[in-house]
């Protein structure tokens, strides 16, 4: 973890001044140019967005250039959203009502997100997802639907169907083959007559008498900057800025000090800690862009499903912070579990539970499909067993014991499990008003317990 925290990096005369970011560079020399390559539209970034604007634009005929400071096309995850879609249709799930879903998304930011981009997506994704779909079925990829939390439409956990995931030519885990997509579109958009440049880092865009982004000055692998003429369009599409400390301070200054800076790699897949520096944003807001005024900006967390029962849920049973303390009501997904967590005494927690959980609820693994069967209580405890093994979580045969190796103050903790395990037998949270079927006694051994650290 770095050890940046805002006061220390932050201060009075400081919170005046400008960021270095955010000062432009002075311009390229135009003797520095040793070429430039005319089209009508230049992408910027080669993952997800980048090429589908590419393909979409190469398909209505307009010339198009990629240029990635990455080695090739770059991705991570694979699950993919879509209010619906052909493959919902065929496996019969019905059109869901979403607008009151997204009400309660709008509210949970106090409306600070612009609501044109979420109806848009609720009016477009289905035939976004199509023309994917479409084209990676030819490509022999399956497309499938991945396995969410099943819970009540007002419930915080609650995920309307919809994610979709890529799988085949090795991959099974839905939501671990975004590559497979990839791989098509970068293909079909060089079939489509597309050209790519790799290894070509933009660094500015170039304005015209009129004030208009005509353009892009880039840098080969070799430092030779290239002068990219665009007649209609630049699109920049090169990711987040989680790898630039100064702009993580500057917008997201609560979470900065989780991310790890210094490696400047462009072709980041699957990684936590930070993938990319923002140069597209700083190079828009040198040229006059406007960041959009949310505060602050959000952040991706999805961690802790430390014992969760639901695909992307979270410990439902009780849990504890370093005083042994129960602090909130565990009804809610791996997400918003990480965030009540950062906000306990040396931001910690722990999730205890005992053989029962396996057994008294549906498990449901992340990575499976919608419609799949409850993972067997064997297999649950046997999954458990693996992660005894890895040292992440204890395993012991009283709560006694459990408490006092996770490095709980003993009595406190035993009379916070006592007190929850009479709410399980009454049926009813009267202190957090949890669901009555998430109310898990801690009654068989052996019992298990671990921090929600991930
Ligand atoms: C661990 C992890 C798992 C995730 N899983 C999922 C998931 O399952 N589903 C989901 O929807 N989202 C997921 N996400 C989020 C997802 O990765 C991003 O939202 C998505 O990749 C953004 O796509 P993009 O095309 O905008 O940017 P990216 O995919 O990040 O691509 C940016 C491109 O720009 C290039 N670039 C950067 N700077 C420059 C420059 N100066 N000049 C030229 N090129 C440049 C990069 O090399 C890269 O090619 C995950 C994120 C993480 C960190």
Known sequence: ?????????????????????EIPPEPVAEE??????????????????????ALAAREKGVDTVIITASGGPVGRGGSVCAAYSKVMERLGLPRQEVKDFYLEEFAASSFGVDQRKWYRF?????????????????????????????????????????????????VTFAGAGIMLAI?????????????????????????DKSGRISGVIAADENGNYIKYEAEKAVVLATGDFSKNKDMMMKYCPAYAKYFKYGNDSYDTGFAVGGLFKGEGQQMALWAGAAWQRTFPNAIFVQGSRLGSHMPYGSHRGLRLNINGERYCNEDCNGAYTAITVLRQPKETAFAIWGTNYAYELP?????????????????????????????????????????????????????????????????????????SKYLQEKKQAPFYGGALDD
């Open 122 to 170: 609720y009016k477009h994704s289905e035939e976004a997802m199509n023309w994917l779909i479409d084209m990676v079925e030819k490509d022999g990829v399956e497309v499938v639907l991945e396995d969410g939390n099943e819970d009540d439409v007002h419930s915080p956990t609650y995920q309307p169907a919809g994610t979709h995931a890529f799988v085949g030519k090795g």
């Open 183 to 207: 791989k098509v579109l970068e293909s079909n958009y060089l079939a489509a007559g597309g050209r790519v440049y790799y290894r070509t880092a933009a660094k500015q865009l170039i304005k």
């Open 32 to 53: 520095l140019i040793k070429e430039t390559i005319k089209t009508q539209l230049v992408v910027v970034g080669e993952g997800l967005s980048g090429l589908c604007t």
């Open 1 to 21: 973890m770095h050890n940046t925290n805002v006061s220390e990096y932050m201060d009075a005369n400081k919170a005046g001044a400008k960021w270095a970011f």
């Open 363 to 435: 498990w449901h693994p992340h990575g499976g499909r919608r419609g799949d069967k409850a993972l067997p209580p064997e297999k649950v405890i046997a999954g458990w067993e693996r992660e005894v093994q890895s040292g992440r979580l204890i395993k012991c045969d009283t709560l006694e014991e459990l408490v006092v190796k996770l490095g709980l103050p003993k009595e406190k903790a035993l009379s916070e499990i006592e007190r929850y395990n009479e709410l399980c037998r009454k049926g009813e949270d009267t202190d957090f008003y949890k669901k």
